[in-house]
Structure formats: structure tokens, C-alpha cells
């Protein structure tokens, strides 16, 4: 990506693209509203009930990942006041549309990890608002009067949602029933992760070969070789610090980790608009994987790792680029 993005305008220029192609995906949501009975998606009562829309992608996330890469980037645009349109105030109209139209999009798809990353997004919004205005009182009334909404707002959107995760800690249900039943399977596997030698647990589980108790067609068991270890490097963890774990060991979980928090600690190096879009595309990451697989969907590390990129650029580059007049247009 580093070929790709020499400067701030290549990135600004790919946020651009980006924003083009959400477009398109905005010209098939009418049609799969209208026209394709297979976009709505029934939910067990477990996940909250009621219709999801799924539209025609084949994982719901992706829906997720254009949204919250959308929101990243018009406030990202909006504090760093630069649009690609010639009057700021023509920008303005185009950052509420967009707000507005990715608010209606998160309540449709009903997914709680978007919702989850898109809130924190708003709060980093407000905050790094504040420090690039100086306007702090109206801007704390924003930030107060938004989390008067959004609990509000959750009360009927998105309490249903995590209902079951309400339930375990309070503790009307097992600790195996915690995101949305996923700790179950976390519970399982790493039961077999256990099994395993040392060196499958340092390099990861495709060093190893687990025997284990498989249940026959007649009810009966018969120990065999294991097909689970397919499973505990594949999106079937639902989560990517344990799929990572499994796959690369503790020393690729490590490098990971030490990877990511070294592209945090480079936020300090940066103006303030950066250092929002560097704290956001850290915590898209980091909660998205509590629950998800953000390193397996393309479309999101396009966006992600071209930040990345950007923030890696050295420190003496990247002031001489800062003093140039960077016209986005």
C-alpha cells in the first residue's frame, strides 16, 4: 500500500473512490427491498427477532463494513474540512444525507457489532471536533443531547438485540449463551486447543492432529481424527483474535497485536484530523474482531490498511506534504 500512498491527497483520493462506490451499493438496496424476496432475513427470537435486511451480498457484514468505512470517512472529511466539492456548504448537505441514509441502513441490517463501532465513531467525532473547533460548549451540548438520544434510541433498537447478553449478566442464562452463543463454540475449541502440544500452540493448530470422541450415526462414539482444526482457522470462531491464535499460535497472535498498537502509538505524530482517522481505523479493528473476522473482508482492509499506510509514512515526509496546498478535487 506504501507504493500506493505517497502522501495525503492519494489517501483522500481513495476515500473519494470509496464514496463513488457506495453508489452502487445505494442503487441495489431499492431494488433488493422491492424486488428480491431472499434480501430479508428472519431472526430467531434469541438474536432479537423481527426482519433483517441482507440485500443480495452473502454476509450480512459486508453491509456493515460500507457503512461504518462511510461514516469514517465523512467525518473524517468533516473535521479535517476537506471535500471535493466546490462550496463547503454544499459538503455540509452531502455529510447529513449520508448520516441519515447510513443511520437508516444500520437499523435495517440490525447488526449489533456495527452498531457498536458506529457509536463509538460518533463519540470520537464529537470529541475530535471539539479539539479542532475549540467550540466547546454547543459541541458539548451535541455530545450530551446524542447520548440522550442513543439511549433512547436502543431502548427499542438495540436492547432486543443484546437481550441475550443482558440475560447472561444478570444471570438468567449461562455463561455459554454470551455473544449471541458464541462462547460455547470458544469453550469448545479451546478445549481442544488444549489437547495439543506446545509447538501447535506456539506456531499454530496446523502443526498438530487431535483424536477425539465422534458421534455416529446410531447415537454411538468412536474415536478419530479430528475435522475441527479446518474450523478453528476459518470464520467459524467469530472472533479473530482467537482465529488468528489458532492459526499463527501465541507468537502470530503476538506480532499481530504488537503490529497494531505500533500504528497506534504513530497517532501521536499526527495533526488532529489524522489522529482521528487513525484512533477510528484502530477501533473498527479491535471491536470488530471481538466478534467478527475484519482481516478476512477485503473491503474493509482496502480502507484500513490504506490508513495504515499513510500513518507509516515518515514523520519529515509527511510535514514537507503537510505545507503543500492539497487540492482534493
Given at each position: 500500500?506504501?507504493?500506493?500512498?505517497?502522501?495525503?491527497?492519494?489517501?483522500?483520493?481513495?476515500?473519494?473512490?470509496?464514496?463513488?462506490?457506495?453508489?452502487?451499493?445505494?442503487?441495489?438496496?431499492p431494488?433488493?427491498?422491492?424486488?428480491?424476496?431472499k434480501?430479508?432475513?428472519?431472526?430467531?427470537?434469541?438474536?432479537?427477532?423481527?426482519?433483517?435486511?441482507?440485500?443480495?451480498?452473502?454476509?450480512?457484514?459486508?453491509?456493515?463494513?460500507?457503512?461504518?468505512?462511510?461514516?469514517?470517512?465523512?467525518?473524517?472529511?468533516?473535521?479535517?474540512?476537506?471535500?471535493?466539492?466546490?462550496?463547503?456548504?454544499?459538503?455540509?448537505?452531502?455529510?447529513?444525507i449520508?448520516?441519515?441514509?447510513?443511520?437508516?441502513?444500520?437499523?435495517?441490517?440490525?447488526?449489533?457489532?456495527?452498531?457498536?463501532?458506529?457509536?463509538?465513531?460518533?463519540?470520537?467525532?464529537?470529541?475530535?471536533?471539539?479539539?479542532?473547533?475549540?467550540?466547546?460548549?454547543?459541541?458539548?451540548?451535541?455530545?450530551?443531547?446524542?447520548?440522550?438520544?442513543?439511549?433512547?434510541?436502543?431502548?427499542?433498537?438495540?436492547?432486543?438485540l443484546?437481550?441475550?447478553?443482558?440475560?447472561?449478566?444478570?444471570?438468567?442464562?449461562?455463561?455459554?449463551?454470551?455473544?449471541?452463543?458464541?462462547?460455547?463454540?470458544?469453550?469448545?475449541?479451546?478445549?481442544?486447543?488444549?489437547?495439543?502440544?506446545?509447538?501447535?500452540?506456539?506456531?499454530?493448530?496446523?502443526?498438530?492432529?487431535?483424536?477425539?470422541?465422534?458421534?455416529?450415526?446410531?447415537?454411538?462414539?468412536?474415536t478419530?481424527?479430528s475435522?475441527?482444526?479446518?474450523?478453528?482457522?476459518?470464520?467459524?470462531?467469530?472472533?479473530?483474535?482467537?482465529?488468528?491464535?489458532f492459526?499463527?499460535?501465541?507468537?502470530?497472535?503476538?506480532?499481530?497485536?504488537?503490529?497494531?498498537?505500533?500504528?497506534?502509538?504513530?497517532?501521536?505524530?499526527?495533526?488532529?484530523?489524522?489522529?482521528?482517522?487513525?484512533?477510528?481505523?484502530?477501533?473498527?479493528?479491535?471491536?470488530?474482531?471481538?466478534?467478527?473476522?475484519?482481516?478476512?473482508?477485503?473491503?474493509?482492509?482496502?480502507?484500513?490498511?490504506?490508513?495504515?499506510?499513510?500513518?507509516?509514512?515518515?514523520?519529515?515526509?509527511?510535514?514537507?506534504?503537510?505545507?503543500?496546498?492539497?487540492?482534493?478535487?
Open positions: 500500500m506504501r507504493h500506493f500512498i505517497r502522501e495525503k491527497k492519494d489517501l483522500i483520493g481513495i476515500f473519494q473512490t470509496f464514496l463513488y462506490s457506495f453508489i452502487f451499493a445505494l442503487i441495489l438496496a431494488y433488493n427491498y422491492y424486488l428480491n424476496p434480501a430479508f432475513r428472519q431472526l430467531t427470537i434469541g438474536r432479537g427477532g423481527g426482519i433483517r435486511f441482507a440485500g443480495g451480498y452473502a454476509d450480512i457484514m459486508t453491509y456493515g463494513i460500507i457503512i461504518i468505512c462511510v461514516l469514517m470517512i465523512i467525518f473524517y472529511l468533516y473535521i479535517h474540512k476537506r471535500t471535493p466539492f466546490k462550496y463547503w456548504r454544499n459538503f455540509k448537505i452531502f455529510f447529513f449520508t448520516l441519515f441514509i447510513c443511520w437508516i441502513g444500520l437499523t435495517m441490517i440490525k447488526h449489533t457489532s456495527s452498531w457498536g463501532v458506529a457509536f463509538i465513531l460518533a463519540v470520537l467525532f464529537i470529541l475530535y471536533l471539539i479539539k479542532r473547533t475549540k467550540i466547546v460548549i454547543p459541541s458539548l451540548i451535541l455530545l450530551i443531547s446524542f447520548g440522550i438520544y442513543f439511549q433512547g434510541f436502543s431502548s427499542s433498537k438495540i436492547d432486543p443484546i437481550e441475550k447478553e443482558i440475560n447472561v449478566l444478570s444471570g438468567k442464562a449461562k455463561i455459554d449463551r454470551a455473544f449471541n452463543g458464541r462462547m460455547w463454540r470458544w469453550r469448545r475449541y479451546f478445549r481442544v486447543w488444549d489437547q495439543m502440544p506446545l509447538y501447535a500452540k506456539v506456531f499454530g493448530v496446523s502443526f498438530s492432529v487431535v483424536e477425539e470422541k465422534i458421534v455416529l450415526m446410531d447415537g454411538n462414539y468412536k478419530g481424527f475435522s475441527v482444526i479446518p474450523i478453528m482457522i476459518s470464520a467459524g470462531m467469530h472472533n479473530d483474535y482467537i482465529r488468528i491464535l492459526l499463527s499460535g501465541v507468537a502470530g497472535l503476538y506480532f499481530y497485536l504488537f503490529f497494531l498498537f505500533q500504528i497506534f502509538k504513530k497517532r501521536k505524530y499526527l495533526n488532529i484530523e489524522d489522529q482521528f482517522l487513525a484512533l477510528a481505523s484502530f477501533v473498527i479493528v479491535i471491536l470488530y474482531s471481538t466478534t467478527t473476522l475484519p482481516t478476512t473482508y477485503p473491503s474493509l482492509l482496502y480502507i484500513v490498511f490504506s490508513v495504515f499506510a499513510y500513518m507509516t509514512i515518515p514523520q519529515k515526509i509527511r510535514s514537507i506534504n503537510e505545507k503543500k496546498n492539497i487540492n482534493i478535487r
